[in-house]
Structures are given as structure tokens and as C-alpha cells.
């Protein structure tokens, strides 16, 4: 393996444990160790800046988020793509054709204009609730980095009629991120590596969902978990052991990386 510099870690499913919903202390000792030996460690996510998690201790040096359309590191904003504001209109009318509310995120704030059990269950999964707001309509003005709402795949094509600005990012099938037509992880991760000035090949990448499939494409060595997609683990150029079983830690251990 070439020399590791940069890690990119998904978050649900691949650094924390979706029904444990916290980080184990083999995963913070491996973070921990990955820096100590001058390896950034970066987030990967569909999450807003607003609801990442909060490790103690742990001071990643940077952040993808919004599945990519938000890069930033400790200095500033490395890369920044919203959603054009005509497709999120759009989206917003076709999603209420079929019943479904949306949360729209800006880069500080999230505005929902209601909820279902698919969206409520979505915010639980990151310990949060939906937030529905009356001032909705004015929210939609500002810089969207991604919407958010409950819906089945088969709802895809009638949600995504007359948006070509924009595409879903999903890795749930309960609900959907939306996002820029041009975005995604893996733009994020090329824009964080000529940040950086590091090669592809110097990079490296865990993922679970099929919203991690650029990502793991995007890097020299993409890794998928025990626990992932099925679709994901065929492209991925390796697997490692499950979220549940410390399966990044012993994929560290056993390629010298700590």
C-alpha cells in the first residue's frame, strides 16, 4: 500500500454503530493513533455541520459534509456547491405531490415544513428531531446544501422531474439526501486532496452506504464494511471486518497504519 496521509470515515454504519449510536474506545484509540503518526483524519458524510457528533478528545482536521456539497477544515471553507435554488423549488413541489415534507438545510440551520415516520425515524438515527419551522418558505431563499425527506426508490423519478440541478444520495431505503446534480463524496474528496496536495493515491476511505460509492472510488484504497451494501462491497477495492466489531481498528492494525 502506498503511503496513507489523508482517511476518510462515513460516519453511521462505519465510524459509529447505528443501534449502538456511539463510538467504541478501539475506534477513538484508532483516530488517536492514525494522527499521532501524521495521518489526517477527515468526516465523510450526508450529516449537516449542524448534527455531527461530538467526540471528546478527537479534533478531526477536516470535514466533508452534506454528502460533499460543504468541505471545511480549521481555517475556512474548502469547497462549497449548493443546489441550484430553481431545482430546490421544484423538488420541494414535487415532493408535495406526493404527500412528503422536506427539511432543507442551509449551511447553519436546518428548516423542516412537517415530518413523517420516514423522515422522523431518518433524524432519529443521528439522535435528533425533525425541526419544523414557520418561516419555511423564507429558509428556502438562502444557500440549500441539501433537502432531506422520507420516500421509497420507486418515488425517485417523480421527485427528481424538472430538478436536473440536483440528484439523490441515498443510503437508506426509508429516505433520501438530495443534492447538487454536480456533487457527491467523491467531488468533495478531489477538491480536499488538491486542498491538501495530496495524490489519490495517498488517500484512503471506510464507507457502508450506497451514497459511499464515489467516495471509495475517489481514493487509492476505498474500504468497505462487513455491515455495508451489497453494491458497495463489490466495487470496493477491499472489506474490513463490521462497525460492531471494531472492524477499523483491526483493518489499521493489520496494514501498519497504527
Not at 415534507?101 to 432519529?124: E, H, I, K, M, Q
Not at 428531531?129 to 433537502?147: K, R
Not at 440536483?166 to 457527491?184: C, F, T
Request: net charge negative; aromatic share 8%; glycine share 10%.
Amino acid at each position: 500500500m502506498p503511503q496513507t496521509k489523508i482517511v476518510f470515515f462515513d460516519i453511521d454504519g462505519t465510524l459509529i454503530d447505528m443501534q449502538a449510536k456511539k463510538i467504541t474506545q478501539k475506534m477513538l484509540e484508532t483516530l488517536h493513533r492514525l494522527q499521532d503518526r501524521g495521518i489526517k483524519i477527515c468526516i465523510a458524510t450526508g450529516r449537516s455541520p449542524m448534527v455531527l457528533p461530538k467526540i471528546d478528545g478527537v479534533a478531526f482536521d477536516a470535514y466533508l459534509t452534506f454528502n460533499g456539497s460543504l468541505c471545511y477544515d480549521r481555517k475556512g471553507v474548502i469547497f462549497s456547491n449548493p443546489i441550484p435554488h430553481k431545482d430546490v423549488v421544484r423538488f420541494i413541489q414535487n415532493a408535495a405531490a406526493l404527500g412528503r415534507p422536506v427539511c432543507v438545510s442551509t449551511r447553519d440551520r436546518l428548516a423542516a415544513n412537517g415530518t413523517d415516520t420516514d423522515l422522523t425515524d431518518y433524524f432519529a438515527i443521528a439522535n435528533e428531531d425533525v425541526p419544523i419551522v414557520d418561516n419555511f418558505d423564507a429558509m428556502c431563499e438562502e444557500d440549500i446544501y441539501q433537502l432531506m425527506l422520507g420516500c421509497r426508490p420507486k418515488d425517485y423519478p417523480a421527485l427528481l422531474d424538472g430538478a436536473p440541478g440536483a440528484k439523490i444520495a441515498a443510503w437508506w431505503d426509508r429516505a433520501v439526501d438530495v443534492i447538487p446534480a454536480g456533487g457527491g463524496k467523491g467531488i468533495g474528496i478531489e477538491k480536499m486532496l488538491a486542498y491538501y496536495g495530496l495524490d489519490k493515491s495517498e488517500a484512503l476511505a471506510f464507507g457502508d452506504g450506497n451514497n459511499d460509492r464515489e467516495m471509495l472510488l475517489a481514493v487509492g484504497t476505498g474500504v468497505a464494511m462487513e455491515n455495508g451494501s451489497p453494491e458497495l462491497k463489490a466495487l470496493a477495492d477491499e472489506i474490513c471486518g463490521p462497525v460492531y466489531e471494531d472492524g477499523i481498528y483491526h483493518y489499521c492494525t493489520s496494514k501498519g497504519l497504527i
